[in-house]
């Protein structure tokens, strides 16, 4: 039971937009919604903070986060792995 339970935690995959601070990085996340009345759709922005222990991401990596238990004031996700280097 306690397995299921993990693996219900959701996952986000973004690009790294900030990692200037110590074992944190920022995950600019993107999506695409329905504009209720033109039907268009549109680009939208989450900004995450995530968790990132070794240090690993640079700027314009992109990456897999995982939601987790509140870290500090804003940091809510953890990183998962780097899915592609920048160049």
Request: with cysteine; net charge positive.
């Amino acid at each position: 039971m306690e397995e299921i339970l993990r693996n219900a935690r959701k996952e986000r995959t973004g690009k790294v937009v900030s990692n200037k601070m110590n074992k944190s990085i920022t995950v600019a996340v993107e999506r695409k919604v329905k504009h209720a009345k033109y039907g268009k759709f549109i680009h939208k922005t989450t900004k995450l903070m995530a968790h990132d222990e070794n240090q690993e991401c640079g700027i314009g990596d992109t990456v897999r986060v995982m939601e987790t238990r509140p870290l500090s004031k804003l940091k809510r996700w953890r990183l998962v792995e780097v899915i592609e280097k920048a160049k």
